[in-house]
């Protein structure tokens, strides 16, 4: 079947511009994460989604990072006024309970 | 909060011999363990998880142990072959309410296998 989709697959932007990166979950599983991959920090938990509503949302590093679910499918990560340590691959994970299957990712460069 | 060692960074092997990575976890509370396979260019894939009510899992050449008194958890491959070669991540996670298994990572191997 389908797996986790994430688009675009890469993104060039700007320093102080928005983007918008999409995750498509697979279909029926109700948890989805947002992790995000540096080479400096790893594999980073950033948003936890159930259903439509963020309960935990701890590991957003600033006030720029944001993100929405809607339908219980899809979701948006949204970086405000990007900088260039937004610069790092960003991947969407959905599950029904323990196992999380990833995305492909977004590399997200800020130049 | 939790925080995941792993070991060695990086692993080099001839083909067919074993390959074991290890982990650490500081979190009692943690109680699954996945390890993920991520090969270049794409996102990690799971290829076992293990319990705490387990102490041991095998899926073919791939087994993973734990050992919850002393808080860690391997990855033993055997036979390998040179499309095993990827970077390997193993992680730990607990009931963070509802239904959340937000998971904590180590830093990954980069597992080599010559032919």
């Known amino acids: 079947g389908a797996g986790v989709s994430q688009s675009p697959s890469n993104k060039v932007t700007e320093k102080g511009k928005d983007v918008e990166l999409r995750c498509d979950p697979i279909s029926g599983h109700t948890a989805l994460y947002w992790y995000r991959q540096s080479l400096g920090q790893g594999l980073e938990f950033l948003i936890y989604?159930?259903?439509?509503?963020?309960?935990?949302k701890s590991g957003l590093p600033s006030d720029r990072f944001s993100a929405e679910r809607t339908g219980g499918s899809v979701s948006t990560l949204t970086i405000q006024r990007t900088q260039q340590e937004d610069s790092a691959v960003y991947l969407c994970a959905s599950s029904l309970m323990y196992e999380q299957y990833f995305g492909p990712g977004t590399r997200l460069t800020v130049t | 909060g939790e925080n995941v060692e792993q070991h060695p960074s990086t692993l080099s092997v001839q083909e067919g011999d074993s390959a074991v990575i290890k982990c650490t976890y500081s979190d009692s509370a943690s109680n699954y363990f996945p390890w993920y396979k991520q090969e270049l260019g794409k996102g990690p894939q799971l290829i076992i998880d293990?319990?705490?009510?387990?102490g041991e899992k095998k899926d073919q050449r791939i087994a993973v142990t734990l050992n919850k008194t002393a808080k860690h958890f391997s990855l033993h491959i055997t036979e390998t072959q040179p499309e095993d070669s990827a970077v390997y991540f193993c992680?730990?996670?607990?009931?963070?309410?509802?239904?959340?298994?937000?998971?904590?990572f180590g830093k990954g191997t980069l597992l080599t296998v010559n032919p």
């Open positions: 989604f159930q259903g439509n509503s963020a309960p935990d």
């Open positions: 992680a730990a996670s607990k009931p963070s309410g509802g239904s959340n298994y937000k998971l904590t």
């Open positions: 293990i319990r705490s009510n387990v």
